[in-house]
């Protein structure tokens, strides 16, 4: 999953990207007001966490504006506002969550996990693509019945195009759900590491499953092929 925190508290943002970078999702870190509600309005995310006191323009106003353009986005405040009359004006406004600082980082990837459990439509812990199985939980993949080692990296590309199931997918859309934002698009780093996933997952099987689209990207599965 892609997600964005937007908080200006460079070591709290640092600790909180790196801990959900270990739990495989893409972390983009957005440090201001205005930079946050480009950010979660111009791109493609799963999650915003966002801080209300933030330099620029403030939480509930970034918040409010990402509500504007994107309704069904998951948006989990994290404030130090302990006040119920901050809770009720921002899950009135369109907070799906809210974590008051100080928190724990287990709670937090908790209620992250919940959110992105909710807002993935439909709500499967395995995804499967012919005879290709991919258990999001155990962290697991196998084709066939034959289970096949991935890296943390290669298991986030294939979870991304197997939810994506028969959709074209260009490199900079994988790009910006698999890597960080700051990345590059015009390296070769997808193509390297479909070809990876290509080896683990089609090399001795039956029929191919990653296909290359001419002129677009990549595509796992048949066109209509449901994740």
């Known amino acids: 999953m892609r997600i964005l925190i937007v908080e200006d508290d460079a070591a709290l943002a640092s600790f909180i990207r790196k801990g959900l970078e270990a739990e495989y999702h893409a972390v983009d870190v957005a440090s201001e007001g205005n930079q946050g509600r480009a950010m979660a309005t111009q791109f493609d995310y799963d999650l ?15 918040l409010k ?8 986005l998951p948006v989990m405040i994290l404030t130090a506002r302990s006040r119920v009359e901050d809770r009720v004006q921002c899950l009135d406004s369109g907070a799906d969550d809210y974590l008051v600082k100080p928190f724990s980082f287990l709670e937090l990837s908790a209620r992250t996990r919940a ?24 962290r697991k993949v196998s084709r066939a019945g034959r289970p096949i080692e991935l890296t943390t990296k290669e ?12 959709r074209r997918l260009t490199r900079a859309m994988i790009i910006e759900h698999v890597w960080n934002l700051t990345f590059d698009s015009t ?7 479909i070809n990876y996933l290509r080896r683990k997952v089609d090399h001795g099987f039956s029929p191919p499953l ?3 689209v001419r ?8 066109e209509g092929t449901a994740a």
């Open 187 to 193: 390296t070769n780093v997808v193509d390297v590491y």
């Open 115 to 138: 959110l992105l459990r909710r807002s993935q439509l439909p709500l499967q812990s395995v995804l499967t693509v012919s005879d290709l199985c991919l258990d999001r939980v155990e």
């Open 215 to 222: 002129g677009v990207g990549y595509q796992i599965g048949s």
């Open 65 to 72: 504006s990402v509500r504007q353009r994107k309704a069904n």
């Open 210 to 212: 990653i296909r290359t």
């Open 48 to 62: 915003v966490v966002l801080d209300l006191n933030l330099p620029g323009v403030d939480g509930l106003s970034v």
């Open 155 to 166: 298991f986030g590309l294939l979870e991304y195009l197997i939810r994506n199931a028969g």
